[in-house]
């Protein structure tokens, strides 16, 4: 199977973009593909036949998942404490903090029924709330659970509630710069939105080959062993559910860890191919490398653990994971759990609500957790429906998901943030110390390899494949300037997109050749005007996605301010096993077969500079001298810094286990200036 998923990757892209002459957009080409993978994935599912091909489904899935999110850590002590108690009409709360790593702190309430124990319990990973675990919705279902005999544990995640790990520690202005809505600050020390905050540290973990999702899910993992060290807890009942955010979460942590003896994620289960027709790709933790590729859907999330008893909670007004996606997942689930003979045990609650975690869904979730924890059938209602106004709204719904408690009421820290304790370490300390772990058993095997070996190590870790046949065309008269002409030219391959070029040719002595790949375009005329004037016949040339092939303005995301304006086409390549960095090494390398047997020097600037220097690296016969601008030093300093701009489009799954961009300069000799001058800032 995984030889099958790397065959994938390695023929995929032979996709990319250009609007040029009619043709499709780099966005465009990416979804066709994507989706093209996708029906393969549909069509090997509808082959399946007899136990030992499910089973070999379900475990494929389940190893290649733990294999892209990377290696939890060891068991630490969990150092836990109840740091205060709540009295609620049925329930109790108690406030807890445990370590889920060494001074990793992880803060989250337990509610707790008032009868005598022990008691099944529901774990619930918070969706996207800015607040964590203070989120009314949140709140009002663990009520319910512990109000008819369930304990719930509702967690903060990393970048919520108590567990933003960018802060301010001397309160200063909130950096909300790149979200365009108002939202309410929860601590005067927080810096981002926890969206920008998962992706921030996902960029990171992609570099380490991992993905935030590990920091996710091992939190939830560790509450687990948290909540079966206590005497009121029953160990071998414990249910997961979540919504948005938390779905994904619930998803992830139903498909690994068997503990989890029924689930229901929310508002998160549709169709990939539904996903990113209509939303496209969500933040970090929700795109796992290669999947598509490998052939993962996501009904694979509940068919991993099939028969396990999952309810899947959806709304039919979510704008984001749309309904018809979620049927088609509640239906490869069905026939999937019917082969197995439990066709029971998995189910759809549609509720006519937009997207959340509204009252509809949290009753369905408590009458599915207490079948199957407690044992038994109950009609739980948390508003009877005679108490319903004859007309119901939305913002009658809305009004029945407003806290119970306040923040500062449920607040487990000292001080609101975890990360204002002695000592305690953030994600991004913690991938800067598996970067440094990294470095140290790189550079031993590094200095060991020839070129050659260096170069088919890139090779392998880009995904590089073989160069589509190039052809060059004229597009346009050619306009003459004071020191030269200037022609248009247009690169056609098979199957990919169409890329612009502008070639300016001295109308003197031509004393050199230079090939210019500028991340503002052929649109950047100063740059080769002067060139020319100098004797240089300069080919100033477009990569994907940048300067023709750019995203449209009214096509940009909320991340295109941090994440880069074409986050939504690097995710999508992402998922299906590809990156940026790969795509562009293909232009830059047809880019430089415009000059025949000529090995021009390259000047590559900004977003250009880190393709053009694997470029160098995988063909440095190519090539005269390199010179590279406003190009980051190292891929250590994106994965340490809580700070930083348009990177995730330099990002390669897993390069530093092999290598870092100071090893590919050092190999190609190239020169790198004004490094200074990287947008770390909009």
Known sequence: MLSRWLGSVLGLFVVACGAADGEATLGERLKGRFYALTEERDAAFEKLNGQPALRSWQQDRRRFFQQQIGAFPGRTPLKARVTGRLQGKGYQIEKVMFESRPRHTVTGNLYLPESKGPHPVILIPCGHSHNGKASGQYQRAAILFAQNGMA?????????????????????????????????????????????????????????????????????????????????????????????GGGTLTSYLMALDDRIKAASPGSYLTTFKKLIEIKGPQDAEQNIFGQIAFGMGASDYLIMRAPVPILICASTRDSTFHIEGARKVFEQANRFYSHLGFPERVALNEADVPHGYYLQHREAVARWMHRWLVGRDKVIWEKPRSEWPAEVTDTFLRSLSE?????????????????????????????????????????????????????????????????????????????????????HILMRRTNQITLAAKVYVPTGKVTQHTLLLHDRGIAAEELPLALAKKGHRVVSAELSGIGLTDVPANKRTWAYGRFGLDNQEILTAYLMGDSFVRMRVDDALAWASYFDNRKPDVIAIGEAAIPVLHAAALAPERFGNIKLQKMIRSWNDVVSAPEHYNQLVNAVHGALRHYDLTDLVNLTQAQVTDAADVDWKP
């Not at 820290?413 to 110390?433: H, K």
């Open 403 to 487: 806290p119970v408690w306040t923040a500062e009421q449920l607040q487990c820290s000292p001080a609101g943030q975890v990360m204002l304790l002695d000592g305690e370490r953030s994600a991004f300390e913690l991938n800067a110390d598996k970067a440094k772990g990294l470095t140290h058993a790189r550079r031993k095997t590094w200095s060991r390899f020839s070129a050659q070996e260096k170069r088919e190590v890139i090779r392998k870790t880009i995904g590089m494949k073989v160069v589509a046949k190039t052809r060059f065309e004229s597009s346009g008269s050619p306009r003459e300037e004071e020191s030269c002409v200037i022609t």
């Open 152 to 244: 719930a544990f509702c967690y903060d995640p990393i970048g919520q509630g108590e567990r933003y790990q960018v802060i301010d520690p001397a309160g200063g202005k909130t950096h909300f710069e790149d979200i365009p809505r108002k939202l309410a600050v929860p601590h005067p020390t927080v810096r981002h939105l926890c969206t920008t905050e998962h992706t921030l540290i996902g960029v990171g973990s992609i570099l380490l080959g991992e993905n935030v999702a590990q920091y996710r899910i091992w939190d939830g993992m560790r509450a687990i062993d948290y909540l079966q060290s206590r005497t009121d807890i029953q160990a071998d009942k414990i249910g997961c559910t979540g919504n948005s």
